[in-house]
């Protein structure tokens, strides 16, 4: 329904190995385009054009089985928006690490906060070589402030709070929000991703905020299970999980209000509240501070 590394923004778990992969480009045999990919079906129901037949395939597929996934992911993509603009206008962060960036759709974070604040500094991290392709619209900064790329497996913490860039960009003395959007559907139990976030979270000062979306099932079960399905039969399996699910996330830290909830009701603009139905909805949302 959406991006470890990589989901709807940017973990694909899978694509047929082989040496010289049918439909890898000469640069980077890895780049399968014979192959529906997760960040590509988000680009494609979202009107963007870094996509290919079989994206467009399974993106349609998966519409049929619920219409409203449009409505779905724009909602998440909003919430991540919200997201940095609080932290960056409310809460004084000035550094990000966004992991699972995704292809780059504007506004990305950077964007975000640092019309807020220009000297704001972001990271972002993926392992899509697509991604990878079109990182460097990710980073134009304003030249107050400062962007970086992390090629990237979310499953290896230690490659990311180990990595040259993220220590050269970012203080991690000071507060760091970790934006983690719509990729933990992407994480199977196997992959441990309550231990994840709490190793990418370890290294992080007091102060530091965690931002996650996190699929579910809870509204519209019968519809986004089938979704589910179609993304699973194309190497793409998801774990949904409930509410309770998704608050395991923030144990042990201090919730930002409103605590975790549909991303359409996370801090909504007043003009599109009450706008969009809880059905169309399959993505839980929350921040939280560390103490």
């Given at each position: 329904?959406?991006?470890?590394?990589?989901?709807?923004?940017?973990?694909?778990?899978?694509?047929?190995p082989?040496?010289?992969?049918q439909?890898?480009?000469?640069?980077?045999?890895?780049?399968?385009?014979?192959?529906?990919?997760?960040?590509?079906?988000?680009?494609?129901?979202?009107g963007?054009?870094?996509?290919?037949?079989?994206?467009?395939e399974?993106?349609?597929?998966?519409?049929?089985e619920?219409?409203a996934?449009?409505?779905?992911?724009r909602?998440?993509?909003?919430?991540?928006h919200?997201?940095?603009?609080?932290l960056?206008?409310?809460?004084?962060v000035?550094?990000?690490?966004?992991i699972?960036?995704?292809?780059?759709?504007?506004?990305?974070?950077?964007e975000v906060?640092?019309?807020?604040?220009?000297?704001?500094?972001?990271?972002?991290v993926?392992?899509d070589?697509?991604?990878l392709?079109h990182?460097q619209?990710?980073?134009?900064?304003?030249p107050?402030?400062?962007?970086?790329?992390i090629?990237?497996d979310?499953?290896?913490?230690?490659?990311?709070?180990?990595?040259?860039?993220?220590?050269?960009?970012l203080?991690?003395?000071q507060p760091?929000?970790l934006?983690?959007i719509?990729m933990?559907h992407?994480?199977?139990?196997?992959?441990?991703?309550?231990?994840?976030i709490?190793?990418?979270m370890?290294?992080?000062a007091?102060g530091?905020?965690?931002?996650?979306?996190?699929?579910?099932?809870?509204?519209?079960?019968?519809e986004?299970?089938?979704?589910?399905?179609?993304?699973a039969?194309?190497?793409?399996?998801?774990?949904?999980?409930t509410k309770?699910?998704?608050?395991?996330?923030f144990?042990?830290?201090d919730?930002?209000?409103?605590?975790?909830?549909?991303?359409?009701?996370?801090?909504?603009?007043?003009?599109?509240?009450?706008?969009?139905?809880d059905a169309?909805?399959?993505?839980?949302?929350?921040?939280?501070?560390?103490?």
């Open positions: 329904m959406g991006r470890p590394c990589v989901g709807e923004r940017g973990i694909h778990h899978a694509e047929a082989g040496p010289r992969e439909g890898g480009t000469a640069g980077n045999p890895q780049l399968r385009t014979d192959v529906a990919h997760s960040a590509r079906v988000y680009d494609y129901v979202l963007g054009k870094d996509n290919y037949s079989a994206d467009r399974a993106a349609e597929a998966m519409m049929r619920w219409p996934l449009p409505v779905h992911m909602a998440n993509r909003e919430f991540m919200r997201v940095g603009h609080h960056a206008a409310e809460e004084g000035r550094q990000f690490l966004d699972g960036t995704g292809l780059p759709t504007s506004p990305n974070l950077h906060v640092q019309k807020v604040a220009p000297d704001a500094r972001v990271v972002y993926d392992n070589p697509i991604v392709v990182a619209a990710l980073l134009v900064s304003a107050e402030g400062r962007t970086a790329y090629d990237a979310m499953r290896d913490p230690a490659s990311i709070v180990n990595a040259g860039e993220l220590r050269e960009t203080d991690l003395d760091v929000a934006t983690v719509a933990v992407f994480m199977l139990d196997e992959d441990d991703a309550y231990g994840i709490d190793r990418l370890e290294p992080l007091p530091s905020f965690l931002a996650v979306s996190i699929g579910t099932a809870d509204f519209a079960p019968e986004v299970n089938r979704v589910a399905r179609e993304y039969a194309r190497g793409m399996p998801m774990r949904l999980r309770a699910e998704a608050e395991r996330f144990d042990g830290m919730p930002v209000a409103p605590g975790v909830t549909q991303v359409h009701h996370w801090r909504p603009d007043p003009k599109e509240a009450g706008t969009i139905r169309d909805i399959a993505m839980y949302g929350g921040v939280a501070r560390k103490r």
